[in-house]
């Protein structure tokens, strides 16, 4: 499968040349591979980059996520807006199927959003936008003792209308901000971004999922050797079973069957898997 551009609005395509290792679709999502060190870099040139055009958009695609995507055209074009990170080890065995090589490293939120803010050589004016009441205000506390040279100008719960959805955009706005953390769980996040995140003012959203509830130490994170093992998921499963038991089970055997499907047959998928 040919490797397709991954268009930053307001910037001409990135292509596998921009970056040492390119970036490979799934689902038809153009997934960047890169290091955490080389996608620091790349953050920074691109948000740069992005204070003169449209605002960039990063997204995190893990094997639940590409499963919303492969369902709904409306998702898919949500994360095709922007830079897409990979995210666990769904997607290192959908690579190895589909491009025939594992992504250079995991490029999670929870870990890479935070590395990111530590050593980012710009300073940031950062609004924190998710998760239920109280939680925003106690990553601020976090994130201020972990990356203190940035500003935090502003917090806001994530559970809103979609008839205050543009009043939150104002807020941000009016916030001063120019990096948003938008933590509203996929795929609310993913479209509330591609839908607002121009009347922020902000010059970079970065969607963050569970990223505020693991920081602000309202959920336990999985041990290091779980993590490292890449099965963070198994440790949310035995955590939340009701909840993630539609997501992981059913979700990640429909996944990897729709990635063999991809493989197999790509004239049979979704329209929008075909990029
Ligand atoms: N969340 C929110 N508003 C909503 C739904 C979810 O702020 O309408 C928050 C939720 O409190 C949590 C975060 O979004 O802090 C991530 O939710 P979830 O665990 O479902 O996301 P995932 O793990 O899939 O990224």
Not at 157 to 170: L, M, P, Q
Request: glycine share 10%; net charge positive; charged share 20%.
């Amino acid at each position: 499968m040919a490797h397709a551009d991954c268009t930053i609005p307001g910037q001409r395509a990135l292509t596998g040349a921009d970056r040492p290792n390119g970036n490979r679709p799934i689902f038809g999502i153009p997934v960047t591979a890169a290091t955490s060190d080389v996608m620091i870099d790349e953050l920074d040139r691109l948000s740069g980059a992005a204070e003169a055009g449209e605002p960039l958009q990063v997204a995190f695609l893990n094997a639940h996520n590409a499963n919303l995507c492969w369902e709904n055209a409306d998702v898919a074009a949500a994360f095709r807006r922007g830079l897409v990170l990979n995210d666990g080890i769904g997607l290192d065995i959908a690579t190895r199927l589909l491009h025939g090589e594992a992504f250079p490293d995991n490029l999670n939120g929870t870990d890479f959003v935070p590395l990111y803010l530590e050593r980012t050589s710009r300073i940031f004016r950062i609004f924190l936008l998710g998760g239920t009441e109280g939680v925003a205000e106690k990553v601020r506390a976090a994130f201020q003792a972990r990356a203190p040279q940035h500003r935090y100008v502003g917090t806001r719960h994530g559970y809103f209308t979609d008839r205050e959805a543009s009043g939150v955009a104002d807020a941000i706005a009016a916030s001063g901000a120019d990096l948003v953390l938008v933590a509203l769980g996929s795929p609310r996040q993913e479209l509330w971004m591609s839908r607002y995140l121009a009347d922020t003012g902000c010059r970079i959203g970065i969607s963050v999922g569970g990223l505020f509830d693991f920081a602000s130490g309202t959920k336990p994170r999985a041990p290091a050797l779980v993590r490292r093992l890449q099965c963070e998921w198994v440790f949310r499963l035995l955590l939340e079973p009701r909840r993630m038991a539609r997501r992981y089970l059913r979700g990640n055997f429909a996944f990897l069957a729709r990635v063999a499907r991809e493989r197999l047959a790509p004239h049979s998928t979704p329209v929008w898997t075909r990029g």
